[in-house]
């Protein structure tokens, strides 16, 4: 099997191969170790050999939909996208210290088992609470392989989430299912990942869109765990129904997000979160479809005011992609009416209809912009310069969705 080919096997599948070799020492490498130890010894080639012939085994990949065929993503698509999770599994293995297991025991006496944070002697879950803004693969890895030890925490209870409900576990296992549409469905392409801050508070202002199902916040908070180095938690600001709903309003909580509400938001703030907003709120989330790019009133501003107040930048930031996978073909005030009847606390005026249940496998682009710092005085803006301050985030984010669409050749 060439070196490609074991980078697109799972964990789980190498440590097997490894297993039925007598590779020792398994139990404690990381992926890439794995992948390194099973490669074969290099040959002298042969002269019947044909250099341009190459064999190419079946695209089978057992984790997720990269084996499934599907409209608009081509094999090379599905061919990076392992090559990008392989990275990120990687990278993110390198925070994590196989060799060594949590010194955290119950009350019953029973050990943690999970392995620790790199220069710590404490896991993820039992740690310093780091994991609330940094998330590190409680295992070491990413993916399904991990979900039986992950399991064993959630069900027992062995640690509490943060203050704002965020549960490692379940983020963890949401992440893992989520990157399966960043990487491979929407092959999501990030640019100016250095400009979110690798510590310390910051507002992450970006434009709306997806017709009723926020995929735009699930992708900007995946962006960052995914690219940003190290990798830090977005903590998304979501509109009032997704409080509301049952098993919603708790999975929302869980995986990190947070409510909409100025106390909720200063606090994440002053505690070195990133703040992820979208400002347009329900008007920018039903825009029909001859709207989409157009980047509309960012609220009354508020955001700007709770950047001041913490004193830390606000990083505006494009997405392509969100205002195009349910095309909205029109839009109902009455059904509207009808959610306002369902909750009261709604302030939506109007609903976007689409066509397709199935979001169409849109190719993503997501550019963070220079961060606008605050005030040096630190002292509260007045009504005015918070409104130019708003409107030039505005004007920046709309510039480069200008230019993300002038340079796109195709959607997909």
């Given at each position: 099997?060439?070196?490609?080919?074991?980078t697109?096997?799972?964990?789980?599948?190498?440590y097997?191969m490894?297993?039925?070799r007598d590779?020792?020492?398994r139990?404690?490498?990381?992926?890439?170790?794995?992948?390194?130890?099973?490669r074969?010894p290099?040959t002298?080639?042969?002269e019947?050999d044909?250099?341009?012939?190459?064999?190419?085994?079946?695209?089978?990949?057992v984790?997720?939909?990269?084996?499934?065929?599907?409209?608009?993503?081509?094999?090379?698509?599905?061919?990076?996208?392992?090559?990008?999770?392989?990275a990120?599994?990687?990278?993110?293995?390198?925070?994590?210290?196989?060799s060594?297991?949590c010194?955290?025991?119950?009350?019953?006496?029973?050990?943690?088992g999970?392995?620790?944070l790199?220069?710590?002697?404490?896991?993820g879950?039992?740690g310093?609470?780091?994991?609330a803004?940094?998330?590190?693969?409680?295992t070491?890895?990413?993916?399904f392989?991990?979900?039986?030890?992950?399991w064993?925490h959630?069900?027992?209870a062995?640690?509490?989430?943060?203050?704002?409900?965020?549960?490692p576990?379940v983020?963890?296992?949401?992440?893992s299912?989520?990157n399966?549409?960043y990487y491979?469905?929407?092959?999501?392409?990030?640019?100016?990942?250095?400009?979110?801050?690798?510590?310390?508070?910051?507002v992450?202002?970006a434009n709306?869109?997806?017709a009723?199902?926020?995929?735009?916040g699930?992708m900007?908070?995946l962006?960052?765990?995914?690219?940003?180095?190290?990798?830090?938690?977005v903590?998304?600001?979501?509109?009032?129904?997704?409080?509301?709903l049952?098993?919603v309003?708790?999975?929302y909580?869980?995986?990190?997000?947070a409510?909409?509400?100025?106390?909720?938001?200063?606090?994440?703030?002053?505690?070195?979160?990133?703040l992820?907003?979208?400002?347009?709120?329900?008007r920018?989330?039903m825009?029909?479809?001859?709207e989409?790019?157009r980047?509309g009133r960012l609220?009354?501003?508020?955001?700007a005011d709770?950047?001041?107040?913490?004193?830390?930048?606000i990083v505006?930031?494009?997405?392509i992609?969100?205002?195009?996978v349910?095309?909205?073909?029109?839009v109902?005030k009455?059904?509207?009416?009808?959610?306002?009847?369902?909750?009261p606390?709604?302030?939506?005026?109007e609903?976007?209809?689409?066509?397709?249940?199935?979001?169409?496998?849109?190719?993503?682009?997501?550019?963070?912009?220079?961060?606008?710092?605050?005030?040096?005085?630190?002292?509260?803006?007045?009504?005015?310069?918070?409104?130019?301050?708003?409107?030039?985030?505005?004007?920046?984010i709309?510039t480069?969705?200008?230019?993300?669409?002038?340079?796109?050749?195709?959607?997909f």
């Amino acid at each position: 099997m060439m070196q490609r080919d074991l980078t697109s096997l799972t964990k789980r599948e190498l440590y097997g191969m490894a297993r039925d070799r007598d590779i020792s020492g398994r139990s404690s490498m990381s992926r890439s170790e794995l992948v390194e130890a099973l490669r074969p010894p290099p040959t002298e080639p042969h002269e019947d050999d044909n250099p341009e012939v190459e064999v190419v085994e079946d695209d089978f990949d057992v984790d997720g939909i990269g084996s499934v065929p599907l409209p608009g993503i081509s094999p090379e698509d599905r061919a990076e996208a392992r090559a990008r999770r392989t990275a990120l599994e990687d990278r993110l293995s390198q925070f994590v210290d196989q060799s060594r297991h949590c010194s955290w025991t119950s009350i019953e006496g029973h050990p943690c088992g999970l392995p620790v944070l790199a220069g710590t002697d404490r896991c993820g879950l039992h740690g310093d609470g780091s994991i609330a803004d940094r998330p590190i693969p409680l295992t070491g890895s990413l993916g399904f392989s991990s979900w039986p030890t992950l399991w064993r925490h959630l069900t027992l209870a062995t640690y509490d989430p943060d203050a704002f409900g965020l549960d490692p576990v379940v983020a963890e296992m949401t992440w893992s299912v989520l990157n399966r549409l960043y990487y491979d469905y929407f092959r999501v392409e990030v640019e100016g990942i250095e400009n979110v801050p690798s510590n310390g508070g910051a507002v992450l202002v970006a434009n709306h869109g997806g017709a009723a199902v926020p995929y735009d916040g699930a992708m900007l908070a995946l962006a960052v765990m995914n690219e940003a180095e190290p990798p830090r938690r977005v903590r998304v600001i979501g509109t009032e129904i997704f409080n509301m709903l049952p098993f919603v309003s708790h999975l929302y909580r869980k995986v990190g997000a947070a409510y909409a509400g100025r106390d909720d938001a200063r606090e994440l703030l002053k505690r070195g979160h990133l703040l992820g907003v979208f400002p347009e709120g329900e008007r920018g989330f039903m825009k029909p479809v001859w709207e989409a790019y157009r980047v509309g009133r960012l609220g009354r501003g508020g955001f700007a005011d709770l950047a001041q107040d913490a004193g830390v930048p606000i990083v505006p930031v494009a997405i392509i992609g969100s205002e195009e996978v349910h095309p909205a073909v029109m839009v109902s005030k009455r059904l509207a009416q009808l959610v306002r009847l369902i909750f009261p606390e709604q302030r939506v005026e109007e609903i976007a209809i689409a066509l397709n249940p199935i979001p169409l496998p849109i190719r993503w682009k997501i550019r963070f912009l220079p961060p606008v710092e605050p005030s040096g005085d630190g002292e509260p803006i007045d009504g005015l310069e918070q409104l130019e301050r708003v409107e030039d985030v505005r004007r920046s984010i709309q510039t480069a969705l200008d230019d993300m669409l002038a340079h796109r050749t195709t959607a997909f």
